[in-house]
């Protein structure tokens, strides 16, 4: 069982920075995704970032040249780089590894807020 543990969230001013870390328990270099996803407190679950196996990243549009989204997978660590923070990035982070097709599961952290003050 694959175990995810987000840290890093807090409250900064806009146009701050923060890093989001989420580390695993175990190797999962044998998965096929790994994103972070966001939720609001009015709408709902928004995919941020992910990569796959070959390393192709994509984001959301609304973060494009702000957020970068690292592995480490020597670390198990996937990060999450925000910069140039908006109020509306206030959100509940969530890390998320795809794992269906290699082990029939997808895992979840339990989330770390981050808070955007203007």
């Known amino acids: 069982q694959v175990q995810l543990v987000e840290s890093g969230g807090g409250l900064v001013q806009a146009g701050g920075s923060l890093r989001l870390s989420c580390t695993a328990n175990?190797?999962?270099?044998?998965?096929?995704?790994w994103a972070w996803y966001r939720r609001y407190q009015e709408t709902g679950r928004e995919r941020v970032a992910v990569?796959?196996?070959?390393?192709?990243?994509v984001y959301t549009d609304s973060v494009k040249g702000r957020f970068t989204l690292l592995r480490d997978n020597e670390k198990k660590v996937l990060y999450l780089q925000m910069n140039d923070l908006k109020p509306e990035d206030t959100a509940v982070y969530f890390c998320?590894?795809?794992?269906?097709?290699?082990?029939?599961?997808?895992?979840w952290g339990r989330g770390t807020l981050v808070a955007i003050s203007s």
């Open positions: 990569t796959i196996s070959d390393g192709y990243t």
């Open positions: 175990r190797d999962t270099s044998d998965c096929s995704g």
């Open positions: 998320n590894v795809d794992c269906v097709r290699t082990r029939g599961d997808d895992y």
